[in-house]
């Protein structure tokens, strides 16, 4: 592969991209209003009223965008999704940077970009706000600025590097195996003389910098984000989560049609002496996510940067094709990179809010499923209160088991007037219960064993009238309704044992 000299004019952004990255942009904002809150969201949305520097399941950069768009938006599913759209049309025009500065024209550019809009996991990260929605545009953004730095020879470009991952850092903490590959990267090839390179320096004191008030934050709290880590890794270990994750980089993290784009980006990579830190930037997260028993999302925003070396190197080899073969080989990979990312768009992204395409979604994605339901619980919950004598009601406190319903009643509860959770859950649990102490408390979402070992007075109140069609946790698991007494336990001992992972 022939790179662009670092003294040669890089050419003009495609235009193509800017279409391509407003095309996903508009698919997302017609569509992201169609079904509901997913769990995760509502965890997020409950965190953004209760601003902190850190939250026990995630650093606090994602709750703060909610926070705003809380503030924007109101619970408007396309007004509190609209920043993830945006995150991801970026990354989208981040990759077209990347091939761009790689040496690559508009047929790089463009096939790059298309690469990258067209993959399962950057399309799921546009359907939902999740850090991991956030976390993939600062790895991609920070493979662009070592770009830069390779090609120019600026050492300038290390500010920029650092106040990705330093963003990063305050996104989703799995940017550290990035970063592991970055630091590799440099030790394995010419790239190490930067070492010795203040600005490489001031780079990593402008991302600690960053992150420093998450790490303060981390420090007073004992790391318990540490101990969240460590339960939910064993959980998704022991649940087989982890299991496939080789088959999921082809799978979930790139379009499956495109697989040879990104190899050819490694290959590529690896071939030419600038920019051979791209390769080992991806393989070593990619060892040690493989070994660590990492899910397979992870890695995901690795490939952005491979499929824009491997279409500067793809546009290179087609050039030297004759015409006819030119526009055969164009034509098969672009009909076989739409056609996966139309598939995946059926499954992943809510097309239709009725009908044989939406039930099709439905029974291919359990996250989608995970969208209904929330209202119907709160109130459920709210009639369950109306029901009590007006002295119980006077003292009640509501009881979640998990962060879903949490978010569910924090946030859908007020129009019911209905009081903030109680959850042992997570950052629920630093929030801690509320004063003075319910003695009358509806409770959901908490297994038959916890609920009878912690609370006097139990009775069945109610049933969530979920529809028989509605196949997801809370319906499975979590329908029914309890009215209990006060604790066993006073308060404060009660909430030393209540702290739980989810």
Known sequence: MTTTPASAPVAPLSRIVFAIAAAILLLHLVTNGRYGFHRDELQFLSDAQHLDWGFVAYPPLTAFVEHIS???????????????????AAAIVVTGLIARDLGGRQLAQATAALAVALSPLPLFQGTEFQYSSFDYVWWVLAAWFLVRLLRTENPRWWLAVGAALGLGLLTKYSIVFYIAGIIGALLLTSARRYFLNRWFWMGVALAMLIFLPNLLWLVRHHFISYDFLQHIH?????QGRADGFLRGQFLICANLFAAPLWIAGLIASFRSARY???AWMYLIPLALFFVGKGRAYYLAAAYPMLFAMGAVAGEQWVSRLSGIWRSAVAAIFFTGVTAVGLYACAIIVPLAPSGGLRDFALAHNGDLREEFGWETLVQTVAQVRDALPADQQAHLGIVVGNYGERGAVDLFGP??????????????WLNSYPHPEPTTLIILGVSDEDREQQFTGCRLAAQIPYPSDQNNEEAKFNSRIFVCGPPRLPWPQLWKIALSFG
């Open 70 to 88: 809380l503030g924007l938006f109101g619970l408007s599913l396309v007004g509190l999704r609209l920043f993830s759209v945006l995150f991801q």
């Open 234 to 238: 064993a959980r998704d270990v022991g």
């Open 276 to 278: 051979r830190m791209l």
């Open 415 to 428: 129009a019911h007037h209905l009081p903030p959770a109680i959850s042992g859950t997570n950052s629920g």
